[in-house]
């Protein structure tokens, strides 16, 4: 069931790359101009030629930060579940928290709602398989817990 979690983990954090560098080749296509009309009128703006180019490119700036966040997220998996330092798994459930509540709240606010179904299948694939992963060995979390804090035993 771990390396289930584990490969599953990878798997999610290989495909955001991958989506991350597709975002940067398909931006400025026609392929993806129903999404940028709903954000027009998401922000109730009637799209120029300018204001399009804008968001295409907006959008396309935001694809590496996807790929680089898929691969920091495949080192944070392979860390935690090789080392067992409690930090990594708690700081990867904030900062998953973190992107979901704001995104969404965001994303409500202005009425994209897509994005909340997106968002929600994401956290689904990420959080319930991140509290279920355990490290590779129970000895690597208590030894990596006793170095960090020498006190606790």
Known sequence: ??????????LVGISHTILGIVVVLVAHSEWVSPYFQHLFHAFALTPTPASESLIRSLVQLFGPTVASWGLLFCLAVYQYRTFGTPAIKQLMIAALLIWFVIDCGLS?????????????????????????????????????????????K
Not at 1 to 10: E, K, P, T, V
Not at 133 to 143: A, G, Q, R
Request: no cysteine; net charge neutral; proline share 7%.
């Open 108 to 152: 409500l606010m202005k009425g994209i709602y897509g994005h909340l179904i997106i968002n929600t299948l994401a956290a689904i694939a990420i959080l319930p398989p991140l509290l279920l992963l355990k490290p590779t060995s129970k000895e690597s979390d208590e030894t990596t817990s006793a170095e960090a804090h020498p006190t606790r």
């Open 1 to 10: 069931m771990q390396a289930l979690l584990f490969n599953w983990l990878m």
